[in-house]
């Protein structure tokens, strides 16, 4: 027998003992023992066949609240019976499937939509020197110096310049640089004599070879490796950059490597009749010095042991040809003009570079 047709015979059972129970004034709303309290189905006014069932237990018709009670007692028998509890589940199931899938095509979406947050990696911080290629590289360009020079003009004295930046009474031109220098010449470990040479040489080229961009950074390397600034042999710079005592270079009789130069100046300027000798804080020969010697500090002597005088006289020399001492060609060019051997040129890069970076810090 079917759960319908046997819900169907516990309904009219349940109809035949209304009538009585309403005259004994007894509610017989509680499910009969052994599952009579199981939901039936019952065809409404007008309903077509298999339509608008309508749920109710058995015992008087309520309000749709009793409804709601008697169905929800019926259900819980039901359940509790051998088929109620292979289908619940079933339907269970579904319902939650039902609703998951419903859930899932808003919320899934949802997900995919959201922009994926960025990302936090940090950046590098640029090269101090300004993409100066690094030391080693032979193609390259040292490091410059940072755009810290003194603006204006170059200091009154300067030889065959313009308007000065500030007249000068007495000393020597390069002083007027002396702010500035203190400051470079902490930061990169030169004598602040020094530094104002080489600056004001810069600034003296800029003014008569303003094509030739020579930094003062590339004299300053070149002051490094040919005499420490002016210390070697321990010379010492005096107040007006004068090298005491004077520094001079082995004698160059073509041993050790050494270049061979008989003696040109008759000792004037080396101190030596025989052969000639480098002289100086940027050790010039006497005859490269001679021909290019510049009086820069204008007390009437061109003195190659003097660094002002050496270091403009220096500048002249590497910017003489019309060279670009801003392009790697004609700056390598220069320096191997200076001394043409090749470590010699490295060290001086290396220096340059050094000088350039340590100068921006």
């Known amino acids: 027998m079917s759960e319908v047709e046997r819900a169907a015979r516990l309904n009219a059972a349940a109809g035949k003992d209304d009538g009585k129970d309403r005259d004994k004034g007894k509610d017989k709303d509680a499910p009969t023992p052994g599952g009579s309290g199981a939901p039936v189905v019952t065809k409404g006014a007008g309903a077509g066949a298999g339509t608008g069932a309508t749920v109710v237990g058995p015992g008087r018709r309520g309000g749709p609240f009793r409804l709601v009670g008697r169905f929800g007692r019926g259900a819980a028998a ?30 899934v979406p949802e997900a995919l939509q959201s922009a994926p947050s960025p990302s936090s990696t940090p950046g590098f911080p640029l090269d101090a020197a300004g993409g100066v290629p690094s030391a080693g590289q032979p193609g390259g360009l040292p490091g410059s110096a940072p ?4 603006s204006g003009d170059v200091p009154s004295g300067a030889p065959t310049v313009g308007p000065t930046v500030a007249a000068q009474t007495g000393g020597r031109p390069a002083d007027a640089l002396a702010g500035w220098a203190g400051q470079i010449g ?47 042999n321990g010379a010492v ?30 000792g004037a300027l080396d101190q030596d009749t025989t052969y000639d ?12 010095w001679n021909a290019y010697k510049v009086d820069a500090d204008n007390n009437g002597i061109a003195d190659p042991n003097d660094i ?12 003489q040809n019309g060279r670009d001492m801003s392009r790697a060609d004609s700056w390598w060019d220069a320096i191997l003009s200076y001394n043409a051997v090749r470590p010699y040129a490295q060290k001086v890069f290396d220096a340059a570079n050094d000088y350039g970076r340590r100068s921006r810090s």
């Open 78 to 107: 039901w359940a509790k019976r051998p088929s109620g509890r292979l289908i619940l589940p079933a339907i269970i199931a579904v319902v939650l499937l039902g609703a998951a899938g419903t859930a899932g095509a808003y919320l």
């Open 147 to 150: 755009g810290g020079l003194p």
């Open 186 to 232: 902490t930061r990169v470990g030169i004598p602040v004599v020094a530094v104002q040479a080489y600056a004001y040489a810069e600034l003296v080229a800029t003014r008569t070879t303003p094509s030739c961009r020579l930094s003062w950074t590339t004299l300053a390397a070149i002051g490094k490796v040919e005499s420490s600034h002016g210390s070697a």
């Open 237 to 266: 710079l005096s107040t007006d950059g004068t090298a005491l005592p004077s520094i001079l270079g082995l004698p160059l009789d073509g041993k050790g490597g050494r270049q061979l130069i008989p003696d040109t100046d008759r």
């Open 277 to 288: 000798r480098a002289v100086g804080p940027l050790q010039f020969i006497p005859a490269t």
């Open 308 to 319: 002002d005088d050496a270091a403009v006289t220096a500048a002249k020399y590497l910017c």
